[in-house]
């Protein structure tokens, strides 16, 4: 029985998935005005830290991402991600995205496909003197990978402000995001949550450096982790940006390195 609901569950996530990448080719095909410039200010997950702004890509505007991360856990293990991602500035202020990471390493139990990701972000208000910019983000992971049974959900709320309104664009950031374990095993949490504090700051009119700290909850019971990251945004063309990052554990459960690279490329 449950083999056959994790087979349902396949067929959905890859249904759903190319439903959207369908929606979002027929967008480029139909033609549209061409992008000025690829946004190096625009914070994406893990391109190549983990801190997200609150920033949507423009309206019709589409973007390729490719991010290859390697990551030595704590017990040893190394876990490697390459992902592709496809982002679509489907209305004005929100954006919607498909992930399809392959996964590999001692840490994965089948090298392969893992679990497609379908994701939205709507930015509610431009900041102000006071108040910050905020946005929302929904992302879903559907059971693709041999290690996933359940639907995982993200949700997570975005606030990013300017502290300085000068020519190095200093930026705070908070993501506070709750997770949600569809169908979870014995020994992992069925709810748990990520904080992460980030900064940027632009060192010159091409590059952007961002650090931030992740306290997380981790998917398995009573395993928390903190990781400290920096990172490289670098505008290489008008249309292509560039990046790179690492980050480091703090404390016996979290993992030990991560380093990645990434790129994006508006179209």
Known sequence: MKATIGYFQTLVGFSLSSLIAGLLMYH???????????????????????????????????????????????????????EPRLEYGIFRNAQVSLAVPFEFGSDVEDD??????????????????????????????????????????????????????????HRVHLNAAWNYNGDPDDDERRNYYTAIIGYDVRITGDMLLVLDFIREQQKEEDRDSNIVEAGIRYQLTPLTVIALGAGAGIGDESPDFRAAMAFQRSF
């Open 28 to 82: 480029t095909l139909i033609g549209v005005s061409p992008v000025q410039a690829a946004d190096h200010y625009n914070l994406e997950r893990g391109l190549p830290v983990q801190v997200e702004d609150t920033i949507p890509t423009p309206y019709r505007n589409r973007e390729i991402q490719g991010l290859l991360q390697w990551e030595r856990k704590d017990d040893g293990d190394d876990r490697f991600t390459a």
């Open 112 to 169: 392969g496909l893992g679990d497609i990701e379908l994701g939205m972000l709507y930015n509610f208000n431009q900041e102000s003197f006071v108040l910050p910019a905020t946005a929302l983000s929904l992302e879903i992971a559907f059971p693709t990978s041999d290690e996933s049974d359940g639907i995982q959900t993200t949700l997570k709320f975005i606030a990013s402000k300017t502290i300085g309104r000068t020519s190095s664009w």
